[in-house]
């Protein structure tokens, strides 16, 4: 229990959602602990030589469940980073693997750094030395362990990283798959920059295909016109608010940024205010939206889905009982305490779930290390043919219809999508898609129908739990 918070810490708010599922489970005296703890977490503290002096840095990478290898999860760059974070982070990772049926363990990482006080050229240097480090004990390896970008990481750093590896391993022809999230030039894959983004617009609409499960949050209709607040517009935050209001016709009425909060009732413009925070730093001045000091505050305004997307503990003990939103997606991880989220269930509010919601990012790397490892693009091999197939079809039909006088035509917009073979990044988003559906409806059957479970966040964690100890009593610890 942190004093300062009066609220377990981060760690410890996973561990008791894990155990409130458990406590419903059937598993075999000890499982329950050894898929609870943390297996290994590995310090390193290094130098190094910048503006005339050497600073040292700390960096970290949790190990949380080997039951399956590679390990999967993020690095993280922040000041706050610390060891019971990235414990809490790694966790979730296992569990996230679990229930989207990603064949990997849990891991994660991160380095105390405020990547905004350093140059381009000086983080490329700390961010090599922090591989370096990490490459060495095999913490970063295609079959091991393989980090992807999170909080003030991005392409960038995944492809420094990568690059540092082939160096140290000059003859590993599988090289790249030792970390997802990549530029495209540096061995990624189509759609992994928006795909947590993306995730979190397709487990929306997956949520709404079930209207029993809307009216549980006290909600109705599509998603159309719901009015949304977003915090946070970095990269999962922002993709999520575009794609939600440019294709889903939802109202982004609130975001949330460090310096405050922009409010628009009619909707703000998610590309206008990016373009403003990349060039101004934050909202404040932003002309398309009222403008509050205290965007925390603003977590509270009425809406129809709130949709935290910067960082854990947001949601407390202390604003829980204020919050107005029937319905919450978890975009961040670990948004939400485990103190609020008592609070929140008991006043009816539904909650999707991190281990769920933000699982777009890790199916996405799923599908970028197996590009990898294929050394090929994925529909590669039978776009052209696909294609060639649907050219046939549409040429009969219209021979058909000449011979038989009726004299159809088939519509140029209709042709025109038809013919087109599926690229990289339609398959891409149809395995986004599929594996955000699949994973809601296990979910959500138990929900529905295992005794004893009153929400989304236990049933994903009853799912993901039997799942790893499934795998765990196939193979023996
Ligand atoms: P990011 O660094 O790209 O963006 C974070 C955004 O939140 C920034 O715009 C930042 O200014 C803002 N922010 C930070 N502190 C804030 C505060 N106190 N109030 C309001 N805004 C604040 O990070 P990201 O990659 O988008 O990750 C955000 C969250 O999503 C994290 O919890 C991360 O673990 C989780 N996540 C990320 C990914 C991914 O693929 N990047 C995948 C799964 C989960």
Redesign the pocket.
Known sequence: MSLQTGEPSFRQSVDLMFTRAAALMDLPPGLEEKIRVCNATYTVRFGVRLRGEIRTFTGYRAVHSEHMEPVKG?I?YALAVNQDEVEA?AALMTYKCALVEAPFGGSKGGLCIDPGAYSEEELEKITRRFAYELIKRDLIHPAQNVP?????T?EREMAWIADQYARMTTTDINARACVT?KPIHAGGIQGRVE??GRGVQYALREFFRHPEDVAKAGLSGTLDGKRVIV???????FHAALFLSTEDGCRITHV???DGAVENPAGLDIMGLRDW?ATHGGVTGYPGGTYHPD??RLLEAACDILIP????G?ITIHNAAAIKAPLILE?????VTAGADDILRARGSVIIP?LYA?AG??TVSYFEWVKNLSHIRFGRMQRRQEESRHQLLVDELERLSADSGIGWTLSPDFKQKYLRGAGELELVRSGLDDTMRAAYQSMRAVWWEHPGVTDLRMAGFLVAIGRVADSYQAKGI
């Open positions: 993020g993280r982070l992807a970008p999170d909080m003030g991005g999230g795909a947590t915090q946070g517009l970095g990269n999962v935050g949330i940024e460090r925070i965007g925390a997307a910067a960082m854990e947001v975009a961040a991880n670990g948004p991190d933000n990012g890790v």
